[in-house]
């Protein structure tokens, strides 16, 4: 299955950035499309951004889309989650993925995705 390890969560005031990055091993990266997916402690996991594999497509939430953006780097075999004007509900654990099939382009829904990172928090403060 491969391992992803997320790093770059931390502590940001309102109106401030942050950037999540998610090394991966495992399988060939750029076979594979990625996503980006956060849970609040009341809530199930819910999509945040996806990424094909080759990079060219991307999909955001509407609850980020114009403040988050989602890239990769495949010689790096990192997904990245650029994080602007964040929010207090922007607070959540946030966890990349890596899509179950290689032929799927983007992905939204848990069940399309098959390896998951240890999750890394991300507080927003007043």
């Known amino acids: 299955q491969g391992q992803l390890v997320e790093s770059g969560g931390g502590v940001a005031q309102a109106g401030g950035s942050l950037k999540l990055s998610c090394k991966a091993s495992?399988?060939?990266?750029?076979?594979?499309?990625m996503g980006w997916f956060r849970q609040y402690p009341w809530k199930e996991r819910e999509f945040v951004a996806t990424?094909?594999?080759?990079?060219?497509?991307?999909l955001e939430a509407d609850s980020v889309k114009g403040r988050f953006t989602i890239s990769r780097d495949n010689a790096e075999e990192t997904v990245f989650l650029h994080m602007n004007n964040l929010q207090l509900d922007d607070t959540a654990v946030y966890y990349c993925?890596?899509?179950?099939?290689?032929?799927?382009?983007?992905?939204?829904?848990?069940?399309?995705?098959?390896?998951w990172g240890q999750g890394t928090q991300v507080t927003v403060s007043s």
């Open positions: 990424v094909s594999p080759k990079g060219g497509v991307t």
């Open positions: 993925a890596r899509c179950r099939d290689s032929g799927t382009v983007i992905a939204r829904q848990e069940w399309q995705y098959s390896s």
């Open positions: 495992g399988r060939t990266f750029s076979d594979y499309c």
